[in-house]
């Protein structure tokens, strides 16, 4: 049998790496980070223990990674479903969709994200990696389809709200909810509350309980429709 070409072993590489991040994703989701280990996200995707440690230095990168790569698929699905945006308003369309791919997340993930949040306050921070390379990259198309006339800063300024609003969402004891944080970014970017997905075309379930086993009202998810105060921003300006 003849060895395998470069690029065979490099898909295969590939596979190996996604299904470990897709394992990690499930598992903190369903145990939560301290009761998920290395060995338990090796058995979930099939692999090789060693394997783990040969691609990711530690479980927290790891766990970086697979929420990035989350957050990069979420967000690329959001901005390609159809139709497709077109005309005038298409770039505010595509902030909008950007928005409620990221918010949703928090909502329909909340222990697997309240953990990814908590990661990144640790004294290891932020771990740059390929899949958040892609996320930032994503962030930063949209802004240049918005028509932001310095993306490589507003890209950052964008993912800086966005993180706080996540943060906002999963607060213990104190979270605010997503209409109003939906609201809020929607109204700085001057976006109109029927824009995007908002909460009242999300499926009940999703809006009222996460995925990983976490209720809507521990998130601060709800089931309204409408911003806040019962009526629809259209501006940043709060003007109705």
């Not at 994503?138 to 028509?147: A, I, K, P, Q």
């Not at 800063?153 to 999963?170: E, I, K, N, S």
């Not at 809020?184 to 075309?201: A, C, I, M, S």
Request: charged share 30%.
């Amino acid at each position: 049998m003849s060895p395998r070409s470069a690029s065979v072993n490099e898909e295969l590489r590939r596979r190996s790496q996604e299904r470990l991040l897709q394992a990690a994703v499930e598992l903190v989701g369903e145990r939560g980070y301290e009761a998920t280990t290395l060995a338990d996200i090796a058995d979930r995707a099939g692999a090789a223990r060693g394997l783990v440690s040969y691609y990711f230095p530690g479980k927290r990168q790891l766990l970086q990674t697979a929420v990035h790569r989350l957050m990069h698929l979420e967000l690329a699905k959001g901005l390609e479903r159809e139709p497709l945006p077109e005309g005038d308003d298409a770039g505010r369309e595509w902030l909008a969709r950007a928005i409620d791919a990221i918010l949703g997340l928090a909502v329909e993930r909340p222990r697997l994200m309240r953990t990814h949040m908590a990661g990144i306050l640790t004294a290891e921070g932020f771990i740059k990696c390929a899949e958040q390379q892609r996320l930032a990259a994503l962030l930063r198309e949209t802004m240049v389809r918005y028509g932001s006339p310095e993306p490589d800063a507003d890209y950052v300024l964008l993912r800086a709200q966005l993180m706080g609003a996540v943060f906002a969402v999963l607060l213990p004891g104190a979270p605010v909810p997503v209409e109003r944080l939906r609201a809020e970014l929607f109204n700085r970017y001057k976006l109109e509350w029927e824009l995007g997905v908002p909460p009242d075309t999300r499926a009940g379930d999703e809006t009222n309980a996460g995925t990983d086993g976490e209720t809507g009202s521990e998130t601060g998810g709800g089931t309204g429709g409408d911003a806040p105060d019962g009526r629809k921003p259209s501006g940043a300006d709060g003007q109705r």
